[in-house]
């Protein structure tokens, strides 16, 4: 047993009963709400209400004042109405989730939600948040209109993750009542490992299987043999670090390129971590995004896959999940 369930035993069995909840609450991206998923309580300032509301009724018997029965049922009625108004704001309306884009580990996770109303009337003060947590996103629906609104998360670690359960509420317009819902999305994110700040070169290429090779690639993570520039050579094989030092544009040999591949191998990327593996991953993925900049074709080893050196977004994307993955 934990030591904050040994100090509150009460804090614990609440989470227990909240988790045997949430996970009763169907997984879907889009759900309407009606009277059998919203719930309805009173707010601090509404038991205030009631309580001010019982010592009135009571003054009123005892003196017999027939102003304080008026003032009494009065604010009474509109106590009611407002609890009718409040329920009311929220029920009807239908919310769609955006699945989140792949994100990169420490960094948050936005999640758009859409919200459509087909009622005749303007419904304020709707709120949602990531459940138990208290940074709220707060909008109003225009009349038979959607809206939408982001709220975020920060997934504690990389790979795949179930989008947490989201939370609506209202205490429009008098704020006597609290009423909210609970909404378990199906979606799930990719979480990518975060780069390495600092990553060292690229590794040296290694030579093309069947080929010969009589040149070896540098330790830089850039080819030996380079030229001068020829009209029609694509820009990403220009050198702009030699250029900006020579002042002089050169070009990378394709056909010496052409002898030798780029691998990202995560035995070569854990030299120097021993078994820390993600911080193997992390240099990998700062690799991944680096061979990228520069134009470069590079593949990827990691136990059980191999990705055949390839360039471009797509590629970059599979390597990026693999090592999500991983």
């Not at 759900?31 to 001010?52: D, K």
């Not at 108004?85 to 999640?111: E, K």
């Not at 290694?206 to 520039?229: H, I, K, L, N, S």
Request: net charge positive; charged share 15%.
């Amino acid at each position: 047993m934990s030591v904050l369930a040994q100090l509150n035993p009460l804090a614990a069995v609440r989470r227990r009963f909240q988790a045997w909840w949430q996970s009763r609450l169907p997984l879907k991206d889009s759900t309407t709400l009606t009277q059998r998923n919203v719930y309805i309580l009173p707010t601090r300032p509404g038991l205030m209400l009631g309580l001010t509301l019982l010592v009135l009724l009571v003054a009123s018997i005892n003196y017999q004042l027939n102003l304080g029965y008026v003032l009494t049922f009065l604010l009474t009625g509109a106590a009611v109405i407002g609890m009718h108004v409040c329920h009311g704001t929220l029920r009807g309306i239908t919310m769609h989730l955006v699945a989140p884009d792949a994100q990169f580990a420490g960094a948050s996770v936005h999640i758009s939600i859409h919200i459509q109303s087909e009622r005749k009337g303007v419904r304020y003060g709707i709120g949602l948040a990531v459940l138990g947590t208290d940074h709220w996103s707060w909008t109003d629906v225009p009349s038979q209109g959607s809206t939408k609104v982001q709220v975020a998360f920060q997934p504690e670690r990389r790979g795949l993750h179930r989008v947490p359960a989201l939370t609506a509420e209202t205490r429009f317009p008098l704020g006597t009542f609290r009423v909210w819902t609970v909404w378990r999305p199906a979606a799930q994110v990719l979480v990518y490992p975060a780069p390495e700040a600092h990553p060292p070169p690229l590794p040296p290429g290694e030579p093309r299987a069947g080929g010969a090779a009589t040149v070896r690639p540098q330790a830089t993570g850039e080819f030996d043999g380079v030229r001068a520039y020829r009209r029609g050579d694509p820009l990403k094989l220009v050198v702009w670090k030699k250029a900006a030092k020579a002042d002089e544009l050169v070009s990378r040999d394709a056909q010496q390129s052409q002898r030798f591949e780029l691998w990202l191998d995560l035995a070569h990327a854990a030299q120097g971590f021993g078994n820390s593996r993600e911080h193997a991953l992390s240099r990998l993925c700062a690799w991944v995004l680096l061979a990228e900049k520069q134009g470069l074709r590079y593949g990827l080893r990691l136990p059980g896959t191999e990705l055949l050196p390839d360039s471009g977004p797509a590629h970059q994307k599979n390597c990026l999940q693999a090592l999500a993955l991983a």
